[in-house]
């Protein structure tokens, strides 16, 4: 029957006005973000007479042995009865088993093309297939995704990545064989998306193996690659709902291997958009499971050094937590805590961001759970050297809800963060920090005038109290100095020096 359809279709195809159209087109199935997949132009045009060659793999993947000797192009599923048509959907997938060499553009164009066109043809089956697919389409369908997407990144396609540092602009790494992979990507959009697949059999194709597969994909350097994977895992986390806790499973585990063990991975901004939309859908009261993931997952990822790269993401899976359950918005803050970065001036100004983001939802009771700690932590960066740190730590007291948190319980607060001002007041290099100290130190006046002169009044105690200690202690060197340069020293005679004076010449020197 094949051999019949066959003989009626020339050798050769071109590059028809419809592949051009669809080429400016776009996914129609958008994921839950609302992001289609965007196609590009077409991968070339073919040479005129140009002979069928051999099919070679791709030098930018190691891809499954899938090597043919040549590629022809199937009939169109206009010609064939509907009886027939999902078993040309079948063959047309065999046909798209084929992976091609795109190191070299000229390589085997006419077969690429004539690829390129079928697989146009299989998007356009499925979105027009009203007809629920049988388990062989499924089988097939599965089979073509492996074989073209699946790979292995050598090592090379990123040494010279760096992980991302904090808000660096690195040039993206594009896949070659992008003209043809996009097309794999929608089709697998639309098929995982259609009404035509049914869960029940879908799911022992689109299995726990697939997924993994899948996910590791996510560290690709290419931006275009890994937006497409987001938007299909998204479809598949709300299609198959069988395998959400273990796909929840997995990418933990994505997250565990790059926060303790190699600070590297491409996909963890996609990752973190795709969980922001699974968060938001957790039911009421939220599981002991979905805690953990707060606790273990999210919150360590505030440690590695490139947290700048995928900060929004992860602040956003954070508050939706906190929405949630309001209860949990003390032991994020306990922890960010926990990882807070001493050395680097760029983190402390994205941590400060996200604790007043925090500080926006959280309840009193929640608040004065963690306020000492906090606070404690805000003096010191009230007092950095570093001005953009301090600068953004006297910001938070823009913000209403936190000026209302801090008027509730300024007994505790005030005597933390006045000494921090005053000591700007007299230290500070800055002057827009120098302005903004004062501008809070006039805003606690108001709010307790009595308070903020006590805490004025303890802290000139304090630093008269330090000085006079200080005075002491030199003192005490100098009489220890003198005394030892009055000893004889014989010439064999062991000399013990210490850091510090013993307790009992002190005491004498006193």
Partial sequence: MWKGFLSKLPRKTSASGRGADLDSGQCSNGAGNGNPIQRTSSCGSIPSGRSTSTIKRMSSAIFPSSVVAGIEPLVSFKDVPNSEKQNLFVSKLNLCCAVFDFSDPNKSSAEKDIKRQTLLDLIDYVDSSSSRFSEAVIAASSRMFAVNLFRVFPPNYRSGSSGGGEGEEEEPMFEPAWCHLQLVYELLLKFIGSSSLDAKVGKKYFDHSFIVKLLNLLDSEDPRERDCLKTILHRIYGKFMVHRPFIRKAVSNIF?????????????????????????????????????????????????????????????????????????????????????????????????????????????????????????????????????????????????????????NRQMIMPIIVPALEHNSQNHWNQAVLNLTDNVKKMFSEMDDVLFSACLVKYKEDEERQASLESKRRLTWEKLESAASFQPVTGHTAVLVGRQPSANLIATLI
């Fill in 256 to 408: 565990y291997h790059f926060v303790f063990e190699t600070d590297r991975h491409n996909g963890i901004a996609e990752l973190l958009e795709v969980f922001g939309s699974v968060i938001s859908g957790f039911a009421l009261p939220l599981k002991e499971e979905h805690k953990i993931f707060l606790w273990r997952v999210l919150v360590p990822l505030h440690k590695p050094k490139s947290v700048g790269v995928y900060l929004q993401q992860l602040t956003y899976c954070v508050t939706q937590f906190i929405e949630k359950d309001p209860k949990l918005a003390s032991s994020v803050i306990i922890g960010l805590l926990r990882y807070w970065p001493i050395t680097n001036s760029q983190k402390e100004v994205m941590f400060l961001s996200e604790i007043e983001e925090i500080l926006e939802t959280i309840s009193t009771a929640e608040f004065q759970k963690c306020m000492v700690p906090l606070f404690r932590r805000i003096a010191q960066c009230i007092k950095s050297s570093h001005f953009q740190v301090a600068e953004r730590a006297l910001f938070i007291w823009n913000n209403d809800n936190v000026i209302s948190l801090i008027a509730q």
